[in-house]
């Protein structure tokens, strides 16, 4: 910055070139000044680039260099791997393996040999050159033909078949493709773990009652089982949501530079057919059940905000859960998991924050920004594309399943683990159910023989007086001793309790949680359990050790 600002106050200035009265002067200064200017900036861009050589020399990768808090901290090692270039590329080489394998079969000359060579590079444990492909990239400015140089560098016999007929779409869009898919299906997954893990929470608390809250003021009670089916039927949408996305995701396919298959036409002598099973035979060997019918470059990118909508909808109904707890928890009736040595504060010791709650939240609120870039990249394309797309894409794509998967791994953290505490809801409860229990009390005393009108007034001056000693002496609601003494209650005053229990006052919410949960979720959940059983048995990338965070 001393080196720039240096160069510019070096500058002859412009009050001094007004005070020359010798025009050639003015321009000899001005050409002067140019150049020293230009000397002065290339010294400075050049004590940068020595600056950052020798940082790289310092520094290796574990230096001064940025990580986003996603891989580092909150998403799990599952989601982390899919969206890693490491697996984008071996993504790669398994679709220009499948391409040629396919072409082969449909009567292009490829051998055997060659076809071999890129099945085995495509292989886990077949090693990808990341620097050679640097190398390459640098030299040429294009990422997918640098690694074409550099997998032909590793297989020779197959480099002159590698990428035949094919665009860089073919591999970038199809490869992100598949990205999605896994990480949809690693979603689903952590999905139902959520609602199983809530659908038992729910149950335990079937009977509850607790008050619930309109406006955060108090309404009609309800049960903490009840609440609890809220939030997962909203987890349910988006299961359902997800399911959906899954059997729908087109594939890109095999289309050729602009989409019109014109290069695979050119391979197959004009054979139409041909091409058709070409692109049906890739689409089914990556195991998508259908490939766009038309595209242009790319396949449309309105499937990816279709994607991105799915995965901000979950982030809505986490959210929504998250904010939830965190009103409950300053009512102290519920207060998500706290380990021993937990710190909620570095000044206040005693303090214990709802710190997972607010990370949902804060992270819900990033991811619900992200889906807005696919919206603006499927409207702002130009005819059969533009590269303004990619970059966008690589970051707001990967970064929302990343941060959706972030987002899940807190809220099964809280579902197993959410502590209820009965007596302070039972308390909270009682400090308004008198009031609300007015009506049932004064149809009581009026079967019991009493004037309606009466009871109603006598009825009516106790909780001015209840509700007084409540807001300006700060004390507890005391409406059901006042009526208990009150010698007009007399003829119903062992019943005042039993009229004032909250079991009375919820409704059919126990019933309803029942309903619900044999009739919407278990269902489903013993289906994808069985599904999700033979992943963990194999320890595959969908197991449970997968799935959640390490």
């Not at 269902?523 to 197991?543: G, I, K, Q, T, V």
Request: hydrophobic share 40%.
């Amino acid at each position: 910055m001393l080196t720039l600002a240096f160069a510019f106050s070096a500058a002859p200035s412009f009050t001094s070139l007004r005070k020359s009265s010798h025009r050639g002067e003015i321009v000899a200064r001005r050409r002067k000044g140019a150049a020293f200017r230009s000397v002065a900036l290339q010294r400075c861009v050049h004590s940068v680039m020595s600056a950052n050589e020798a940082q790289k020399s310092q520094f290796n990768a574990t230096g001064p260099t940025y990580v986003s808090p996603l891989s580092t901290r909150y998403a799990s090692a599952a989601m982390r791997e899919t969206f890693s270039d490491v697996y984008r590329f071996r993504l790669w080489r398994k679709l220009w393996y499948v391409l040629a394998d396919c072409e082969r079969s449909l009567g292009l000359q490829i051998t055997s040999e060659q076809v071999e060579a890129l099945r085995k590079a495509a292989e886990d444990d077949f090693p990808i050159p990341l620097e050679a492909a640097a190398a390459y990239e640098a030299k040429l400015r294009h990422d997918v033909m640098a690694h074409v140089h550099a997998l032909g560098d590793q297989v020779p016999v197959a480099r002159p078949i590698i990428h035949l007929g094919a665009t860089s779409c073919y591999v970038t869009d199809n490869s992100e493709l598949l990205q999605q898919r896994r990480g949809l299906t690693l979603l689903h997954r952590m999905l139902w773990l959520c609602i199983g893990e809530l659908a038992q929470f729910a149950e335990r608390y079937r009977e509850l009652p607790t008050l619930s809250y309109t406006h955060f003021q108090p309404a009609q009670p309800t049960t903490v089982g009840k609440r609890a089916c809220l939030w997962i039927q909203d987890f349910l949408m988006d299961a359902h949501q997800v399911e959906r996305m899954l059997n729908e995701i087109k594939f890109r396919g095999v289309k050729g530079t602009t989409g019109t298959q014109a290069s695979f036409l050119a391979l197959f002598d004009g054979e139409h057919e041909r091409v058709r099973q070409l692109d049906r035979l890739v689409t089914e060997r990556m195991g998508f059940a259908a490939s766009f019918a038309v595209t242009g470059q790319t396949y449309s990118r309105k499937q990816d905000f279709f994607v991105l909508a799915v995965l901000a909808g979950i982030g809505q109904s986490a959210a929504k859960m998250a904010n939830d707890i965190r009103l409950l928890q300053h009512l102290k009736e519920v207060e998500e998991p706290y380990e021993e040595h937990q710190i909620g504060s570095s000044a206040m010791a005693y303090k214990r924050n709802p710190m997972r709650s607010e990370r949902i939240n804060g992270l819900a609120r990033f991811l619900q920004t992200l889906v807005l870039n696919p919206a603006e990249t499927a409207s702002t394309q130009w005819l059969e594309r533009t590269l303004d797309d990619s970059a966008n894409r690589r970051l707001a794509i990967s970064e929302a399943f990343l941060t959706t998967d972030a987002i899940l791994q807190l809220v099964l953290n809280i579902s197993r683990g959410l502590v209820v505490h009965p007596r302070v809801v039972e308390r909270n409860l009682l400090q308004e159910l008198p009031f609300m229990a007015t009506e049932n009390i004064l149809m009581a005393a009026v079967r019991a023989g009493q004037d309606r009108q009466t009871m109603h007034e006598a009825i009516r001056q106790h909780s001015v007086a209840a509700a007084a000693r409540v807001k300006d002496q700060g004390l507890d609601n005391d409406l059901l001793e006042r009526l208990r003494n009150d010698d007009r209650f007399a003829c119903i005053r062992d019943q005042i309790d039993s009229l004032c229990s909250g079991s009375e006052f919820v409704g059919r919410a126990p019933q309803q949680v029942d309903e619900f949960l044999h009739e919407c979720v278990y269902p489903y959940l013993d289906e994808y359990r069985s599904r999700y059983a033979e992943a963990d048995n194999n320890h595959s990338p969908l197991s449970m050790a997968g799935v959640l965070r390490v």
